[in-house]
């Protein structure tokens, strides 16, 4: 019998800045992505970030339980959806019982005391005639 070796998989190179994705085997109407994100960087929380929480905030509208979940840990509750954020941010839901809850993205060097908005997002619902 031939028996090949396997080459393996890992580790696997990833060069600098670059994001990693992977597809989920399975997917729902209700997730929030489709692919791991791995964002290592200012630039790509700006780039990707805006969509991803877009769709948090659908998300939150509609089930009552991810919207706990989220209120509670939302750095945790994205990482646990695919979403990892730099380790120099973080994450705020803010106005949680409101008509209008907004999510806002703080990035804050170590030994600092001052934060930056970085991004935010926002639910308005307008009606209109």
């Known amino acids: ?17 670059e994001i990693i994705t992977v597809n989920q085997e ?6 929030i992505t489709h692919k791991l994100h791995h964002l290592k960087n200012r630039s790509d929380v700006r780039k990707y970030l805006p969509d991803i929480l877009g769709r948090v905030l659908a998300r939150i509208w509609i089930d009552s339980n991810f919207k706990e979940e989220f209120e509670q840990d939302p750095q945790k509750t994205l990482e646990f959806n695919g979403v990892f954020l730099p380790e120099d941010m973080h994450i705020e839901f803010q106005k949680p019982n409101s008509d209008r809850p907004r999510i806002v ?3 804050q060097r170590p030994n600092s005391k001052f934060r930056l908005r970085v991004l935010y997002l926002q639910l308005i619902m307008m009606a209109g005639r």
């Open 1 to 17: 019998m031939d028996m090949k070796k396997k080459q393996p998989n890992l580790p696997a190179t990833v060069k600098k800045n």
């Open 105 to 107: 993205v703080y990035e």
């Open 26 to 31: 399975k997917t729902t109407s209700l997730d």
